[in-house]
């Protein structure tokens, strides 16, 4: 990672649970980065939820690819961020990396930027999506994620990166 990037936490899973949350998250740095790896072993879809937000406050958009089709989706009033659309057929991994920019801010609504690469089936693809946490403004200080269809598999890695700023 380039030295502006340092390590705030990471979390390696057992196998046995369907949620990882960071909390007590420092408004040090400018952005957050979240790097997630091999997820679920049957995955549809991971919710994310910032500071504990029930609510319906987040929308996102999609698009994905996978060589030969291209899919759009687009979600709004949503309890999760949902993101990691990937293989129900099991046991393919899954690297997402999630960018929280200006995270820190408490007077601006939050954007997520997510680029993904998926494994479904020995089909290779990819995801961009674009996510909004409209909740009332607030910095992020606890990010939880969570499997909605399976528990992550052992051996998965989520670890949060702060940026400094320049």
Do not use: C
Not at 58 to 71: E, F, Q
Not at 91 to 119: A, C, E, H, W
Not at 122 to 132: C, E, N, R, Y
């Amino acid at each position: 990672m380039a030295a502006t990037y340092e390590k705030i936490a990471t979390t390696t899973a057992s196998g046995s649970s369907t949620n990882v949350t960071f909390t007590s998250i420092s408004g040090a740095y400018t952005d957050l980065v979240l790097i997630i790896s091999n997820v679920t072993s049957q995955i549809d879809n991971v919710g994310i939820r910032l500071n504990s937000d029930t609510g319906t406050n987040y929308s996102r958009t999609i698009l994905s690819a996978n060589g030969t089709a291209v899919n759009g989706n687009r979600g709004t009033n949503d309890s999760y961020l949902y993101t990691m659309y990937k293989d129900t057929a099991g046991g393919n991994p899954v690297m997402s990396i999630m960018q929280f920019q200006n995270y820190s801010n408490s007077t601006t609504y939050k954007n997520v930027l997510v680029r993904q690469q998926t494994d479904s089936s020995g089909t290779k693809g990819t995801l961009a999506m674009v996510g909004l946490w409209r909740a009332t403004p607030a910095a992020i200080t606890n990010i939880s994620i969570t499997s909605l269809n399976a528990n992550f598999n052992s051996g998965s890695i989520f670890t949060i990166y702060g940026i400094k700023a320049a």
